[in-house]
């Protein structure tokens, strides 16, 4: 569910474990015994986390593009018993985040919109303008708007399942006050991304979702990936499930809140295209080298306040496996979904899970990046 800040995990992750296609994805086959051993030992943990006949995920690790590690386990529905495999489309949760952030970027690069320019110019009908003055669209892009998510408070639960981004941004404009002065302090917000979904239609004067599928998707060669646009897609991915006394429940569009407000969590996608999603950022395929650069380096803010410095860019999380790589990563959960998209740029390493049901993410990364550790690979 997104209702939880997905990414307050994320700051635990400094704590726990510091290691934290117009372009094809051209990917050899050919493994070296080393990798050989390493992709026995990843399966040999996904093994013990899924069993087969019950929801499970799908694995990817590439070290260049060379597919070191990819493989799917369990179902993908319950019903049909549809074996989930690499190509199967799961519900991304929050990396969907960075989706809409790279969106926003490519239009502040082509000069549609300043990244400085404040809310009220997009919202005018915010009840207090002063707060819509003072919070920026960089504020939402790095979780620093300091805006309240009172959605809980105004909104019910019934109404939530099928509220879209514009009826889920709609209670933030009611807000009176902030938590904190814009820039001061990290608070995760799964509103602001509705509301910079919105943006992106105020100024493109389409739907937010065919903005991502023309100028991300196609480009990156992501050829099955979905948006949702007010229903679930419902054929052709996979249903997500919980357990409850003792048996799988499904939970995702229809009984989970939130589900309809795609520019929080709405993309649809496989540990395969999200590999094509990566290789077109590392080849500046659809925004320009200096602006992915930007959106991966930490954000700092003259008022910043919190005691834990920053630790976001644009629409990613930033850490450090050691003294000489960077770690860029963002984690996911909606319903019964669950999914972490883990880069390592400067060694060419990509790690993707994507589940349908849910998993302790970081303890898995963890372990994950241990292996990756032992066989050298991050040093």
């Given at each position: 569910?997104v209702r939880?800040?997905?990414?307050?995990?994320?700051?635990?992750?400094?704590g726990?474990?510091l290691?934290?296609?117009?372009v094809?994805l051209?990917?050899?086959s050919?493994?070296?015994?080393?990798?050989?051993?390493?992709a026995?030992?990843i399966?040999s943990?996904f093994?013990?986390?899924?069993?087969?006949?019950?929801?499970?995920?799908?694995v990817?690790i590439?070290?260049?593009?060379?597919?070191?590690f990819s493989?799917?386990?369990?179902l993908a529905?319950?019903?049909t018993?549809?074996?989930?495999t690499?190509?199967?489309l799961?519900?991304t949760g929050?990396?969907?985040?960075?989706?809409?952030?790279?969106?926003?970027?490519?239009?502040?690069?082509?000069?549609k919109l300043?990244?400085?320019?404040s809310?009220?110019?997009?919202f005018?009908?915010?009840k207090?303008?002063?707060?819509a003055?003072?919070?920026?669209i960089?504020?939402?892009?790095t979780?620093?708007?300091g805006?309240p998510d009172?959605r809980?408070?105004l909104l019910?639960?019934?109404f939530l399942?099928?509220?879209k981004?514009e009826?889920?941004f709609?209670?933030?404009?009611?807000?009176d006050?902030?938590l904190?002065?814009?820039?001061?302090?990290?608070?995760?917000?799964?509103?602001?991304?509705?509301g910079?979904?919105?943006?992106?239609?105020?100024?493109?004067g389409?739907?937010?979702q065919?903005?991502?599928v023309?100028?991300?998707f196609?480009?990156?060669?992501?050829?099955?990936?979905?948006?949702?646009?007010?229903s679930?897609p419902d054929?052709?991915v996979?249903h997500a499930?919980v357990i409850k006394?003792?048996?799988?429940?499904?939970?995702?569009?229809?009984?989970e809140?939130?589900f309809?407000?795609a520019?929080?969590?709405?993309?649809w996608?496989s540990?395969?295209?999200l590999?094509?999603?990566e290789?077109?950022?590392?080849k500046?395929?659809?925004?320009n080298?200096?602006t992915?650069?930007?959106s991966r380096?930490?954000t700092?803010?003259?008022?910043?306040?919190s005691?834990?410095?920053?630790?976001?860019?644009v629409g990613?999380?930033?850490?450090?496996p050691?003294?000489s790589?960077?770690?860029i990563?963002?984690?996911g959960?909606q319903?019964?979904?669950?999914?972490?998209f883990?880069?390592?740029?400067?060694?060419?390493?990509?790690?993707i899970?994507?589940?349908?049901?849910p998993?302790?993410?970081?303890?898995?990364?963890?372990?994950?990046?241990?292996?990756?550790m032992k066989?050298?690979?991050?040093?």
């Amino acid at each position: 569910m997104v209702r939880q800040p997905d990414f307050y995990i994320l700051a635990t992750l400094r704590g726990i474990f510091l290691i934290s296609f117009t372009v094809p994805l051209f990917l050899t086959s050919c493994i070296k015994a080393p990798e050989r051993k390493l992709a026995q030992h990843i399966d040999s943990l996904f093994t013990q986390e899924f069993k087969e006949n019950e929801p499970g995920g799908a694995v990817l690790i590439i070290k260049g593009e060379k597919v070191v590690f990819s493989k799917g386990y369990g179902l993908a529905d319950l019903n049909t018993k549809e074996k989930i495999t690499t190509q199967t489309l799961f519900n991304t949760g929050s990396i969907s985040k960075t989706f809409v952030a790279n969106a926003i970027m490519q239009l502040a690069d082509e000069g549609k919109l300043s990244l400085m320019a404040s809310l009220s110019k997009y919202f005018p009908d915010f009840k207090n303008q002063s707060i819509a003055n003072k919070v920026k669209i960089h504020h939402l892009l790095t979780h620093t708007s300091g805006l309240p998510d009172n959605r809980w408070k105004l909104l019910s639960e019934e109404f939530l399942l099928t509220a879209k981004d514009e009826e889920n941004f709609a209670p933030i404009k009611q807000n009176d006050t902030l938590l904190f002065e814009p820039g001061s302090q990290f608070e995760y917000s799964n509103p602001a991304f509705n509301g910079l979904a919105l943006i992106i239609e105020k100024i493109e004067g389409r739907k937010w979702q065919s903005v991502i599928v023309e100028k991300i998707f196609k480009p990156s060669g992501m050829t099955t990936s979905l948006i949702t646009d007010g229903s679930f897609p419902d054929k052709g991915v996979s249903h997500a499930y919980v357990i409850k006394d003792g048996r799988w429940n499904e939970l995702d569009y229809g009984e989970e809140p939130t589900f309809a407000a795609a520019g929080n969590g709405g993309i649809w996608s496989s540990v395969d295209e999200l590999a094509k999603y990566e290789i077109a950022l590392r080849k500046a395929v659809f925004l320009n080298k200096e602006t992915i650069e930007r959106s991966r380096t930490i954000t700092t803010y003259e008022n910043w306040k919190s005691d834990e410095p920053p630790f976001i860019g644009v629409g990613w999380f930033l850490s450090q496996p050691s003294d000489s790589v960077k770690m860029i990563s963002h984690t996911g959960s909606q319903g019964g979904f669950s999914s972490d998209f883990v880069s390592i740029p400067e060694k060419e390493i990509v790690y993707i899970l994507l589940c349908n049901k849910p998993v302790q993410i970081l303890p898995l990364r963890k372990k994950v990046l241990a292996s990756l550790m032992k066989s050298n690979w991050l040093d």
